[in-house]
């Protein structure tokens, strides 16, 4: 079983950055794949970016802006999201599983957080 605690969120004008945080419980943290997806209001939840090992995905909508990074010591994952844009504005929610294939899809993640809010402000 593993539980994951997400912080980090808040309001930022666009143009501004902020680095989201999930930590996990557990000790075999390092072999599991780790995502961050996101729901605004209205719309389905959407996958972010993914880390496995030293790989890591993005989608096409964050790519070159955000960076998923993760520090095995401390069973954290990181999100860190530079120039952010209002449609960047939802709940952002981390994921783990391990013997995942692929990496975009919900469905392949068992343990999810409670999310974070985050506002981006034009």
């Known amino acids: 079983q593993v539980q994951l605690v997400e912080s980090g969120g808040g309001l930022v004008q666009a143009g501004g950055s902020l680095r989201l945080s999930c930590v996990a419980s557990?000790?075999?943290?390092?072999?599991?794949?780790m995502g961050w997806f996101r729901q605004a209001p209205g719309k389905e939840r959407e996958f972010v970016a993914a880390i496995y090992w030293s790989r890591t995905y993005y989608a096409d909508s964050v790519k070159g802006r955000f960076t998923i990074s993760r520090d095995n010591a401390k069973n954290t994952v990181y999100l860190q999201m530079n120039s952010l844009k209002p449609d960047d504005t939802a709940v952002y929610y981390c994921?783990?599983?391990?013997?995942?294939?692929?990496?975009?899809?919900?469905?392949?993640?068992?343990?999810w957080g409670q999310g974070t809010q985050v506002t981006v402000s034009s």
């Open positions: 994921a783990a599983d391990r013997g995942i294939s692929r990496y975009n899809r919900m469905e392949e993640y068992d343990y």
């Open positions: 557990g000790r075999t943290f390092a072999s599991y794949a």
